[in-house]
């Protein structure tokens, strides 16, 4: 089911023209206040849109004249909180979209313990969600969801609350299930947008600035909330004999050729940053967070993954002045 959404929401600032082809995973990325829970509403028909169009496999979701009720999109939304009914058991929480589409009974078991029996949960069939733990809870939530068989599956940061082993676990089941399905996950996780999405749209201020296939984006990020979600610094300036020239006057070097003067891009990851004794980067430190065992010195515009040895040694801290270096062969130059 391919997915056509061309919408405008006025009084969220919002402005859309977002495609999402069938059985394509689309993960939808951006800051917070961006717009990414207004185009999870307007698709699952939460919200009506100021003007424009939401389309579904063709079929006319919301228009100016037009308007298709929730529950009559077969449209499935799964979110960090699993939201099931607590007096139900987890075989009958899986049953009960089946039994709202008129399904028999006798069918609508069999169907839900295939999909319980599909997520390794037939042992847990006949307790409560009291009785589930945070993991467990979360896959009744997807074998009801995939039992319901949308024509669209739309996914609000279904790992955001489970802690990291569980959320690799469900992940690799996710990636699965979500073979041929269309569907639309919004997440702030850059493992979420590797594994599981085919392409990758980026949001700001209510305006899709990126889309593309997922592995091309995040290699070659053409925005600033892009490179941090790639977990990449990206810097721009003109190419000099053989450096990214940035607009204060500091010399990146990187590898060629460019016609003298182009405009690029210059990716390159924190790790390859390193401390410089003269000249180098100019930059004041505006942040030290943990990160693995190094630490990670953020400045006004690039990030550098040091040692505490060095933290210690150069006395950093936010405020100090610090000079950096980025090996000529770490830098990926791409126009801007």
């Known amino acids: 089911m391919s997915l056509q959404l061309r919408a405008r929401v006025p009084e969220r600032g919002v402005e859309l023209d977002l495609a999402v082809a069938d059985g394509q995973t689309l993960a939808l990325i951006g800051p917070n206040g961006a717009g990414k829970s207004t185009v999870l509403s307007l698709v699952s028909g939460a919200l009506r849109p100021g003007t424009g169009r939401v389309e579904l496999d063709g079929q006319l979701l919301a228009g100016e004249h037009s308007w298709t009720p929730p529950h009559q999109r077969r449209v499935t939304t799964l979110s960090q909180d699993p939201v099931l009914f607590p007096h139900l058991t987890a075989r009958r929480n899986v049953m009960y979209p089946l039994r709202s589409q008129g399904v028999p009974r006798a069918r609508s078991r069999d169907e839900a313990e295939q999909w319980l029996a599909e997520l390794g949960l037939m042992e847990l069939a006949e307790r409560r969600p009291a009785q589930l733990s945070g993991g467990q809870a979360q896959r009744v939530a997807i074998a009801r969801a995939l039992a319901a068989d949308p024509r669209l599956l739309l996914l609000d940061e279904p790992m955001a609350a489970l802690d990291i082993d569980v959320a690799s676990a469900l992940r690799a089941q996710l990636r699965r299930f979500l073979t041929d399905r269309t569907a639309i996950i919004v997440t702030h996780d850059v493992l979420d947008a590797l594994t599981l999405a085919d392409c990758l749209a980026v949001l700001e201020d209510g305006r899709i600035i990126e889309q593309g ?72 430190v505006t942040g030290l ?31 100090s002045p610090v000079l950096l270096a980025v090996p000529r062969g770490s830098v990926t130059t791409y126009e801007a």
């Open 213 to 284: 296939p997922t592995q091309e984006l995040l290699s070659t990020p053409r925005s600033a909330f892009t490179a941090r979600f790639a977990g990449l610094n990206l810097l721009t300036g003109r190419w000099q004999d053989g450096a990214v020239v940035l607009a204060d006057g500091t010399r990146l070097p990187a590898t060629g050729p460019h016609p003298p003067g182009r405009r690029l891009h210059a990716a390159f990851r924190p790790s390859a940053v390193r401390l410089a004794p003269v000249g180098g980067i100019r930059r004041t």
């Open 289 to 319: 967070l943990p990160h693995g065992d190094l630490v990670r010195v953020r400045t006004e515009d690039l990030a550098a993954d040091l040692s505490p040895q060095e933290i210690a040694e150069h006395r950093l801290e936010p405020g």
